[in-house]
């Protein structure tokens, strides 16, 4: 026959008197400290979360549409999630550019005097090999990335106009609403400095040709001057600082 033993343990932690009164002696180790789990503390929930203006910025174009399932009945929410998301696709359509295209002959009535009546169009008239057509060309690249839904198009000179003089590169020709606007010949018509600001100031002169998309394109002529003339300003100061931090440290 089998002998079975049971061992019965106390809850973890308790003690008899018996061993309270041994321990006081010496004769058994100090009692263990009860067992206590950490804390639970749930994960945060991000339905959960308390939701603003700042909780909808954040969100990418997919992420409101998938959105609106979430929102249940608050309404500010809701308005303020159809206001983002049309102003996000308000900005895509308006930035439509943003770099110089190039263009062949055969594709400058499409687009040049095809493009839209909102739309003015910067065309430069250029050959490669020569040095001012290379430091026009980078003032443009520049305003072309400051004013995306400005058109900016280049063209070999003589893709556009058949024998074209090489002594009149480059030439800048504006168009809008499908006609010449404005027409600049060489270099010099930019300045002794040929600087991105020089160059978006001789191509306002007459019409607000360059747009950066934020104005709804109803800026006018003042505006888009002031803001280039400020621009000026912010890179003269910036040079000079620079001019400045150079020499101290010779």
Same mark, same amino acid.
Request: hydrophobic share 30%; proline share 7%.
């Given at each position: 026959?089998?002998?079975?033993?049971?061992?019965?343990?106390?809850?973890?932690?308790?003690?008899?008197?018996?061993?309270?009164?041994?321990?006081?002696?010496?004769?058994?180790?100090?009692?263990?400290?009860?067992?206590?789990?950490?804390?639970?503390?749930?994960?945060?929930?991000?339905?959960?979360?308390?939701?603003?203006?700042?909780?909808?910025?954040?969100?990418?174009?997919?992420?409101?549409?998938?959105?609106?399932?979430?929102?249940?009945?608050?309404?500010?929410?809701?308005?303020?999630?159809?206001?983002?998301?049309?102003?996000?696709?308000? +900005? &895509?359509?308006?930035?439509?550019?943003?770099?110089?295209?190039?263009?062949?002959?055969?594709? /400058? $009535?499409?687009? *040049? @005097?095809?493009?839209?009546?909102?739309?003015?169009?910067?065309?430069?008239?250029?050959?490669?090999?020569?040095?001012?057509?290379? +430091? &026009?060309?980078?003032?443009?690249?520049?305003?072309?990335?400051?004013?995306?839904?400005?058109? /900016? $198009?280049?063209? *070999? @000179?003589?893709?556009?106009?058949?024998?074209?003089?090489?002594?009149?590169?480059?030439?800048?020709?504006?168009?809008?609403?499908?006609?010449?606007?404005?027409?600049?010949?060489?270099?010099?018509?930019?300045?002794?400095?040929?600087?991105?600001?020089?160059?978006?100031?001789?191509?306002?002169?007459?019409?607000?040709?360059?747009?950066?998309?934020?104005?709804?394109?109803?800026?006018?002529?003042?505006?888009?001057?002031?803001?280039?003339?400020?621009?000026?300003?912010?890179?003269?100061?910036?040079?000079?600082?620079?001019?400045?931090?150079?020499?101290?440290?010779?």
């Amino acid at each position: 026959m089998a002998d079975y033993h049971f061992v019965y343990k106390d809850v973890e932690g308790s003690s008899t008197q018996w061993d309270d009164i041994q321990r006081k002696l010496g004769n058994l180790p100090p009692k263990p400290p009860a067992f206590k789990p950490d804390p639970f503390t749930p994960k945060e929930d991000e339905q959960s979360k308390p939701k603003d203006k700042n909780w909808i910025d954040h969100k990418t174009e997919e992420e409101l549409e998938d959105l609106e399932d979430h929102l249940d009945d608050d309404r500010f929410l809701i308005e303020y999630r159809r206001h983002r998301l049309a102003e996000m696709k308000r +900005v &895509l359509k308006v930035a439509k550019f943003g770099s110089i295209i190039p263009i062949s002959g055969s594709d /400058f $009535v499409r687009e *040049v @005097s095809q493009a839209p009546s909102d739309v003015w169009v910067v065309v430069v008239l250029y050959k490669d090999g020569f040095p001012e057509c290379g +430091v &026009l060309m980078q003032c443009m690249e520049e305003l072309a990335t400051m004013y995306p839904s400005t058109k /900016f $198009v280049k063209i *070999v @000179s003589t893709d556009c106009i058949p024998n074209y003089p090489d002594c009149n590169l480059p030439t800048v020709l504006v168009y809008n609403n499908g006609a010449v606007k404005a027409n600049h010949v060489g270099l010099h018509t930019f300045g002794r400095r040929c600087t991105p600001e020089g160059v978006a100031l001789v191509l306002c002169q007459s019409d607000p040709v360059l747009n950066d998309g934020q104005s709804g394109g109803e800026g006018s002529r003042e505006d888009v001057l002031e803001g280039v003339r400020r621009r000026f300003i912010e890179n003269v100061i910036t040079q000079h600082e620079d001019d400045d931090d150079g020499s101290a440290s010779d």
